[in-house]
């Protein structure tokens, strides 16, 4: 079974500093999606960014970049010059590219940010 | 109203209640999803449907039945609950249900009593 874990329950960073949230997949397929969402306190799941697998390219949104190591089954999400907006949990998710009803959540990472 | 939205925002029932959960998205999307998030632990997808049609139902126990009647609503009818079952059930949907964005609702709040 695929499983998605976070190993950082929580992370805190300064305001303008970088962070990096960790996440790491199992998986026997070789075409799928990986995301990172972000859920901020009483507010909406939105997506931060995504990455194909079959991209070897690091996905970069503005201040979020992703370092992806498909042999490593590695995912991580930098946040650069963070911003106190920031502040929320954080998901790395898994979708199959062949099974639509495939979708993995990690536990999450609730990030900090201190002015 | 815009995106996707959930009613009740909040809800308290009886193990023996029945009630149902509605989802509304006003986006176009011809795929809707069910999510459960409880406390400490991953987010859970429980159903898929597509073009109305129910793609999969990830072994979710029958006391939950969802409906779509179209592609813009999607129901969980509820009944006969436990009190693990309390939960934040999260609605969302995307474009076709191969696409990679999800749009989240803000959920309902579940709690069974």
């Known amino acids: 079974a695929q499983t998605v874990t976070q190993s950082q329950p929580e992370m805190s960073v300064q305001e303008a500093e970088t962070v990096t949230l960790s996440c790491t997949y199992d998986?026997?397929?070789?075409?799928?999606?990986l995301f990172w969402y972000k859920q901020p306190p009483s507010r909406q799941m939105i997506l931060v960014i995504r990455q194909e697998a079959y991209k070897q390219q690091n996905a970069t949104e503005n201040r979020f970049s992703v370092n992806f190591q498909k042999a490593a089954k590695s995912f991580s999400l930098k946040i650069s010059d963070s911003q106190l907006g920031d502040a929320a949990m954080y998901f790395c998710a898994y979708r199959s590219a062949l099974l639509i009803q495939d979708m993995r959540f990690g536990a999450g990472t609730r990030l900090t940010v201190k002015p | 109203e815009t995106g996707v939205t959930q009613t009740p925002r909040h809800l308290v029932m009886g193990m023996t209640n029945k009630k149902s959960l509605k989802c509304e998205q006003h986006?176009?999307?011809?795929?809707m999803y069910w999510y459960k998030q409880s406390a400490k632990k991953p987010l859970e997808l429980m159903f898929v449907y597509s073009l109305e049609e129910r793609v999969e139902n990830n072994s979710v126990p029958s006391r939950f039945s969802p409906e779509c009647p179209n592609s813009s609503h999607l129901f969980l009818h509820l009944h006969t609950l436990q009190p693990e079952d309390s939960a934040l059930y999260l609605c969302?949907?995307?474009?076709?249900?191969?696409?990679?964005?999800?749009?989240f609702g803000p959920g309902t709040r579940l709690t069974v009593t």
């Open positions: 986006l176009g999307h011809n795929a």
């Open positions: 969302a949907s995307s474009a076709q249900a191969s696409s990679y964005e999800q749009y």
């Open positions: 998986t026997s397929e070789s075409d799928y999606y």
